[in-house]
C-alpha cells in the first residue's frame, strides 16, 4: 500500500488541521490506519489509530479530547481532525497501516512520507 499524507500547515494555538492519509491499495479494509508524528530530535510517537471498521480507536493521553481519528472505507482515506492544537503538537505528522492496532510503530508495514504542522503561539 502506498500512503500520501495532506492538510499540514501553519495554524495558530487554538486552532485547528485536518490532515488526510489516502491509500493507493484495493485492500485498505484490510489495514488499520494509525497517525504518528515526529518532532524534530524526538523519536516518532504514537498519535491515534483506528481500526479497519473504524468501530475501534485508541489515542495517546496527550491529544484525547483534540484529536479525532475517522476513516471512510468507501474512499480509501484516513482523517485526523486536530483541534485546540497547542504549539507542542508541531511536527511532522505520518499516517501508517498496520495490522495490530498497536501504540508501536515498529507494528506498522506501510508508512506516507509526511506532512508538516507548524503552530504559532
Known amino acids: 500500500a502506498q500512503l500520501t499524507e495532506s492538510g499540514g500547515g501553519l495554524a495558530q494555538a487554538g486552532g485547528s488541521l485536518r490532515l488526510s492519509c489516502a491509500a493507493s491499495t484495493q485492500t485498505f479494509m484490510s489495514y488499520d490506519m494509525a497517525w504518528f508524528r515526529q518532532a524534530p530530535g524526538k523519536e516518532r510517537e504514537f498519535v491515534a489509530v483506528i481500526s479497519w471498521s473504524g468501530g475501534d480507536t485508541l489515542y495517546a493521553d496527550f491529544v484525547k479530547g483534540r484529536f479525532t481519528i475517522s476513516r471512510d472505507n468507501r474512499k480509501d482515506m484516513a482523517f485526523l481532525q486536530m483541534d485546540s492544537l497547542k504549539p507542542e503538537d508541531a511536527a511532522v505528522y505520518y499516517c501508517?497501516?498496520?495490522?495490530?492496532?498497536?501504540?508501536?510503530?515498529?507494528?506498522?508495514?506501510?508508512w506516507g512520507q509526511g506532512t508538516q504542522v507548524t503552530v504559532s503561539s
Open positions: 501508517a497501516a498496520g495490522t495490530a492496532l498497536s501504540r508501536n510503530r515498529h507494528d506498522y508495514n506501510y
